[in-house]
């Protein structure tokens, strides 16, 4: 089945330490989504990209940057890690937008 | 941008009663309203959506309705099931191009009683 994939799963890191998180589809989806979840706050959008050249910053974006390295792949990262960045990661996929979007399970990231 | 407010926090109902939960968007442009289910644990899917061009959609137990003069839309479900525990998220976009992405709610604890 087609689905949307990240890694790591869980990751435990240091302050001030570089972190990627990574994503992957075999939807064949244009349009990529990274969002953090927060008890109490939902989802809140980071950064989000329509096709490889086209990137857009979300609600949150300080503190992250992303990569769109093909269609199907689309990373995010820390450049230096803060403990109030400790959350759950989504990654999700549409066809085009705004519709159903498709997540992936979620990087459960702890920044000490 | 748009803002989302999701109501309530937590709610509680005995199997077989009905859940209800409102949101509210601030963007009068927003016109598709999806709502999502997490299971703990899960990642989010999508249980069903609205755009603006109708006021009300059924899928079995679950129907949302949609009220854009006072921009507010509600989840329904009926006979509720211990299965429908979980968190529920709203969302509101717009088919504008540059505010095409979802804004979302702060999410909806149901816990069903059997």
């Known amino acids: 089945d087609a689905d949307v994939t990240q890694t790591p799963r869980n990751r435990i890191t240091k302050t001030g330490k570089r972190i990627m998180l990574e994503c992957s589809q075999t939807k064949g989806h244009d349009r990529m989504y990274w969002y953090r979840q927060d008890p109490g706050?939902?989802?809140?959008?980071i950064y989000y990209s329509f096709d490889v050249k086209d990137i857009n910053k979300g609600e949150i974006s300080d503190g992250y940057s992303v990569s769109r390295?093909?269609?199907a792949k689309f990373s995010l990262s820390l450049e230096s890690a803060i403990p109030n960045q400790t959350a759950l990661y989504f990654c999700a996929t549409s066809d085009w937008a705004?519709?159903?979007q498709f997540f992936g399970p979620g990087t459960r990231l702890t920044v000490l | 941008g748009e803002n989302v407010?999701?109501?309530?926090?937590?709610?509680?109902?005995q199997e077989g009663d009905s859940a209800v939960i409102k949101c509210t968007y601030s963007d009068s442009a927003s016109n598709y309203f999806p709502w999502y289910k997490q299971e703990l644990g899960k990642r989010p899917q999508?249980?069903?959506?609205?755009?603006?061009?109708?006021g009300e959609k059924k899928d079995q137990r679950i129907a949302v309705t949609l009220n854009k003069t006072a921009k507010h839309f509600s989840l329904h479900i009926t006979e509720t099931q211990p299965e429908d525990s979980a968190v529920y998220f709203c969302a509101a976009s717009s088919m504008d191009t540059g505010r095409r992405a979802l804004t979302f709610g702060s999410g909806t604890r149901l816990q069903v009683q059997p």
């Open chain 1, 41 to 45: 706050l939902g989802l809140r959008l």
């Open chain 1, 69 to 71: 390295q093909a269609q």
């Open chain 2, 5 to 13: 407010e999701q109501h309530p926090s937590t709610l509680s109902v």
């Open chain 2, 46 to 54: 999508l249980i069903i959506d609205i755009r603006s061009n109708v």
């Open chain 1, 98 to 100: 705004p519709n159903e």
